[in-house]
């Protein structure tokens, strides 16, 4: 099957030509879809059709081995009793819009940061591929950053001084900023990852920036300066050059390289609108082995 790309922004992100993914399973179209991840770092694919198992499958086809240790599993079992598929919806358990006081509403708040999935774990997540069911009427998009164009757009000096450097990624930390408060044995659970904040992406021979709101601090470094550094960073990675915008389709199925780019949700009246998204992300294995091989 052939699959074709067409460039959404100039830095990164591209439109797969139609194709179904739930009739991918050729080594070849799999391939070259590994291939666009690698130049674009983000595709989307319009229209797909994808029953909860039918995206977990392709997610496997397409990547490997799935991240179940999400954030809100320390918190919550999964309404779909399966941790691999991340509810990313304002819905409670029994499918009402959650009201403004839910504690799952106000942790899902937090993806209004600038983050990427699964940096405060160990292995953390490569590719994120989040299914669009139900979009609300009013615009509730999704931002995206180009952590690549971000790093090579950083002076010779700074990237010589941020080579090496290793950072602690914590999901209670990027939620603690926002004044949620966690139970000793949530905090237990969510005790984080370090990572390189400079990422070398194997197969196109990029480097990235590694960063995030999960980043709490620069291992090695005092605690202000550090955390100084990495807001620095996120600023400087997120202005408008380096962002593309998805507004969403019902049946998008957006891939995102987490290891590239950076995105954060932008706010709704979701207390009014149903949203209803599914995630499935897979480990990167490979950048775990490297990290305890250093
Ligand atoms: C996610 C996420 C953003 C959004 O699913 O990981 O951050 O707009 N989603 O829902
Ligand atoms: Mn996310």
């Known amino acids: 099957m052939a699959v074709t790309f067409r460039k959404l922004h100039p830095h990164f992100g591209a439109e797969a030509a ?24 983000l595709l989307v694919f319009r229209d797909q059709r994808f029953s909860d198992e039918e995206h977990l499958d392709f997610a496997r086809r397409l990547d490997g081995e799935l991240h179940t240790k999400t954030g809100i599993s320390a918190l919550k079992k999964s309404r779909f009793g399966n941790e691999a598929l991340a509810d990313v919806s304002n819905l409670t358990d029994g499918g009402q819009i959650q009201p403004a006081d839910d504690r799952r509403r106000m942790y899902g708040l937090g993806n209004r940061l600038w983050h990427t999935d699964a940096s405060f774990q160990d292995p953390p997540g490569r590719y994120s591929m989040l299914f669009a069911r139900v979009i609300p009427p009013v615009g509730a998009d999704t931002e995206y950053a ?57 197969r196109s ?11 709490s601090r620069i291992i090695d470094w005092p605690l202000p300066e550090g955390r100084l ?66």
Request: charged letters at 30%; zero cysteines; proline letters at 5%.
């Open 18 to 41: 139609p194709i179904d993914l739930r009739r991918v399973h050729d080594p070849e179209t799999l391939a070259a879809i590994r291939a666009g991840m690698d130049d674009h770092a």
């Open 146 to 202: 180009d952590m690549r164009a971000a790093y090579d757009a950083l002076s010779p000096e700074l990237k010589v001084r941020l080579e090496g450097l290793r950072v602690h990624h914590s999901i209670a930390h990027s939620r603690e900023i926002l004044g949620f408060a966690f139970s000793q044995k949530e905090q237990e659970i969510l005790k984080g990852a370090v990572h390189p904040l400079i990422r070398s992406l194997p």
């Open 205 to 215: 021979g990029r480097k990235s920036l590694y960063i995030a709101a999960h980043a």
């Open 229 to 294: 550094l990495l807001l620095e960073l996120i600023e400087h990675a997120t202005r408008p050059e380096f962002v593309y915008r998805h507004q969403w389709r019902v049946g998008d199925l957006v891939i995102y390289d987490n290891r590239a780019t950076m995105h954060r949700a932008r706010p709704f009246e979701d207390t009014k609108y149903p949203r209803e998204l599914r995630r499935v992300t897979t480990l990167d294995i490979q950048a775990s082995a490297a990290t305890h091989q250093a």
